[in-house]
């Protein structure tokens, strides 16, 4: 019958192409692209720690660790201030030695780190260490300073690296412009574990704001051995690549547009930065509040970092006419240069505000004022009572707030 035969030779719709298959459901995508950028960070972590393991991936020793309390500051002057050994000053050779007593295998032990700040980064830093090999002997190596910090030196290869080390040292040959603040040191297994954890406390370190961009907070410590905006953007081309060799080998796993999923995983990834991002911001709201919670306009001005500057110029302002007059502000720092302009408003300021130069003393009147807050470049002389500036620049001027670090002067 025909109905019959038209029966038999019918096959169902979803066959009716050799090879179709039903599409994967968007649920199946999310955790399809999950698994792809997770598998990513894995893959790009694991690559990292083949490169950065000095030895073994699980080593026996634990990390050593010694406190400010523990340090001897053996040349230099300075002193154990709460949890940190403050180097003031160094000696008149020009070098600070800070040592401690140590017995450890250096086998198990390829890296040490000193945790410092506001080193020079142009100081000439040595890690100095005895063993029991040679006694007599002094070993030293080179230490990187990156942001003020000491970077952790790495030994596995050093040759005099070797027995137990029975003392280690830090040697900082610089002028001290600002003291050196020193918590302690710790030698390193440079173990997988050890490594991934150091990546994962520089990663959430609290970056607190700076009064720059929000576009320059890149995610967690000064400096990083392995930042996380890379390691995403790399565990996202993985990913990627991975998506497209398995769009090749099972494409019935896959959806038929791979456009959307790929930019899905760029997205998620943004988003892995994004989060770090927002609990920094968490952070930052509780110590705002620590910092201005409850306080008057006027005790958050002075609680601000430029509290020091707001004090002057609120003095400044009691001393100067209510009437706006001519203001000439200059400072070392750009920044103090702004916001004296901005807090000294409404009177007519002028500040250069790139260079910090002053214009030619011919272009200040008698009647004008000069604020000078830490500005090396001018300076007054009581004999004459006059201001100078660039060598030959000089107007006569007279004292009327004198502070520490800033003064105020009325040109005559």
């Given at each position: 019958m025909p109905l019959g035969n038209e029966g038999a030779g019918t096959l169902p719709a979803a066959a009716t192409e050799a090879g179709a298959v039903a599409a994967p459901s968007p649920g199946r995508c999310a955790r399809l692209g999950g698994l792809l950028l997770a598998t990513g960070f894995l893959l790009c972590l694991l690559g990292y720690l083949a490169v950065a393991v000095?030895?073994?991936?699980?080593?026996?020793?634990?990390?050593?660790?010694w406190g400010a309390a523990e340090l001897t500051l053996a040349r230099g002057s300075g002193q154990v201030s709460g949890d940190e050994l403050v180097v003031t000053a160094a000696d008149p050779s020009g070098i600070a030695i800070v040592s401690v007593s140590s017995s450890l295998r250096a086998a198990d032990f390829p890296a040490?780190?000193?945790?410092?700040?506001?080193?020079?980064?142009?100081?000439?830093?040595?890690?100095?260490?005895?063993?029991?090999?040679?006694?007599?002997?002094?070993?030293?190596?080179?230490?990187?300073?990156?942001?003020?910090?000491?970077?952790?030196?790495?030994?596995?290869?050093?040759?005099?690296?070797?027995?137990?080390?029975?003392?280690?040292a830090l040697t900082i040959r610089a002028p001290l412009d600002k003291p050196v603040r020193i918590r302690g040191l710790v030698a390193k297994p440079m173990g997988a574990v050890e490594i991934l954890r150091d990546r994962a406390r520089e990663w959430l370190a609290f970056e607190a704001w700076t009064g720059s961009s929000i576009n320059t907070v890149v995610g967690g410590a000064d400096s990083q051995d392995l930042p996380l905006?890379?390691?995403?953007?790399?565990?996202?081309?993985?990913?990627?690549?991975?998506?497209?060799?398995?769009?090749?080998?099972?494409?019935?796993?896959?959806?038929?547009?791979?456009?959307?999923?790929?930019l899905a995983l760029f997205a998620a990834a943004w988003l892995v930065l994004d989060a770090r991002w927002a609990w920094n911001l968490v952070r930052q709201e509780q110590a705002t509040v620590g910092t201005y919670g409850?306080?008057?306009?006027?005790?958050?001005?002075?609680?601000?970092?430029?509290?020091?500057?707001?004090a002057f110029v609120e003095q400044a302002r009691r001393v100067m006419p209510d009437t706006p007059?001519?203001?000439?502000?200059?400072?070392?720092?750009?920044?103090?240069?702004?916001?004296?302009?901005?807090?000294?408003?409404?009177?007519?300021?002028?500040?250069?505000?790139?260079?910090?130069?002053?214009?030619?003393?011919g272009a200040l009147r008698p009647g004008d004022w000069l604020a000078n807050f830490d500005a090396r470049s001018i300076a007054y002389d009581a004999v004459s009572g006059s201001l100078r500036w660039n060598g030959d620049q000089a107007v006569a001027a007279e004292p009327r707030l004198v502070v520490p670090g800033a003064a105020l002067f009325l040109i005559r």
């Open positions: 000095p030895a073994r991936w699980f080593p026996e020793a634990s990390a050593r660790v040490v780190a000193w945790l410092a700040a506001d080193v020079a980064d142009d100081a000439e830093v040595r890690l100095v260490w005895r063993t029991d090999v040679h006694p007599q002997r002094l070993n030293s190596a080179a230490i990187t300073v990156t942001a003020g910090q000491p970077m952790p030196t790495m030994l596995a290869t050093d040759q005099a690296w070797v027995g137990r080390v029975t003392g280690l905006p890379p390691l995403a953007a790399a565990a996202c081309a993985v990913a990627c690549a991975l998506l497209l060799a398995l769009r090749r080998r099972r494409p019935g796993l896959t959806p038929a547009a791979t456009g959307g999923l790929v409850g306080l008057t306009p006027t005790e958050k001005h002075l609680a601000a970092e430029d509290g020091a500057l707001y007059v001519r203001v000439f502000v200059v400072a070392d720092a750009a920044y103090f240069r702004g916001r004296a302009a901005y807090h000294l408003y409404p009177h007519r300021v002028y500040t250069d505000r790139i260079d910090g130069t002053m214009p030619p003393a």
